[in-house]
């Protein structure tokens, strides 16, 4: 390829980002290419993805108004959502990078995510929940146009806004890195953009998979570090976005949870995954 190609450069006042789009650029550049670029999306996913969307979407369900009316909400109930869930949702795109594990070790991860969420918080779910699965458009510096989904947003009394984010990964975060995180940090530009006047706003992490919760908050001096490292990065992905060639692969070890392996310029080998029958 030509070292002068050129692909369409990204206007600003046009593209509305998002943090999943600063992440996979900073992950890899190729990555990035192929999916925002060249608008290639596929199905596949990581048995752990989809896992996580499964117990995402039951908490979901947990959270609509009409399930919160119930005087209580048995396990067995949730139980029985996540399994609908896990089974309509089911599909012949999902891998497993470890080939000693097998889908129902996920499962029952999922299980336990939600058993130790339910323990916490059940049988009544009382929480102040405004909503959930909620997408909010916001900007950075009057021009970045910007769009996230916060999984669940808290109302406990006017003014008062509390952020949640479900995770059911491995390991759960120290202070010092939730001090650090972008997403929530841009899910709280949003909230302030789009619900203010604002006299607080908290940031909680629940770790599901380790039973662990982490609460923070940021100062208006830390938001304003944010947006100019949010400003930064996007400033950044149009520079590189002149020239197809600022697009080279990445390889790590994540490649192997990658589902665009056989779009990568880097691979000549199949992926080593299975599929999760």
Same mark, same amino acid.
């Not at 450069?9 to 943090?19: A, C, G, H, R």
């Not at 000693?100 to 129902?104: E, K, R, V």
């Given at each position: 390829?030509?070292? /002068? @190609?050129h692909i369409t450069?990204? =206007?600003?006042?046009? +593209? @509305?980002?998002? %943090?999943s789009q600063i992440s996979t650029f900073k992950t890899c550049k190729e990555q990035y290419k192929i999916v925002y670029l060249d608008g290639h999306r596929k199905k596949?996913? +990581?048995i752990e993805a989809f896992m996580g969307k499964?117990?995402?979407? @039951?908490?979901? $369900?947990? %959270?609509q108004k009409? /399930?919160?009316r119930r005087p209580y909400i048995t396990f067995d109930k949730i139980c029985k959502i996540y399994d609908n869930i896990w089974q309509d949702k089911w599909h012949n795109k999902i891998f497993i990078v470890d080939h =000693?594990?097998? +889908? =129902?070790h996920f499962y029952a991860i999922g299980k336990r995510c939600l058993s130790n969420y339910y323990h916490k918080y059940g049988p009544i779910f009382d929480q102040k929940v %405004?909503? @959930?699965e909620l997408a909010l458009n916001f900007n950075i510096e009057g021009k970045y146009q910007f769009r996230g989904v916060i999984d669940r947003l808290d109302q406990?009394?006017?003014?008062? $806004?509390v952020i949640h984010d479900y995770k059911s990964g491995k390991r759960a975060m120290t202070q010092n890195m939730a001090k650090r995180d972008l997403q929530l940090a841009m899910y709280q530009i949003a909230v302030e953009q789009n619900y203010g006047p604002v006299k607080k706003i908290s940031l909680t992490w629940h770790f599901l998979r380790n039973g662990v919760e982490l609460t923070i908050s940021h100062s208006s001096d830390e938001i304003q570090k944010f947006k100019n490292i949010i400003s930064k990065n996007v400033k950044n992905i149009i520079k590189s976005s002149k020239n197809i060639e600022n697009f080279y692969p990445k390889e790590t070890v994540l490649c192997n949870w990658c589902y665009l392996w056989d779009e990568c310029s880097a691979k000549f080998i199949p992926n080593p995954s299975k599929k999760a029958y």
């Open positions: 390829m030509d070292k /002068n @190609t450069f990204i =206007n600003p006042d046009e +593209s @509305t980002f998002s %943090y596949d996913e +990581s499964c117990v995402h979407g @039951t908490l979901e $369900w947990l %959270y009409e /399930n919160m =000693n594990l097998l +889908s =129902n %405004y909503a @959930t406990p009394e006017d003014g008062f $806004w």
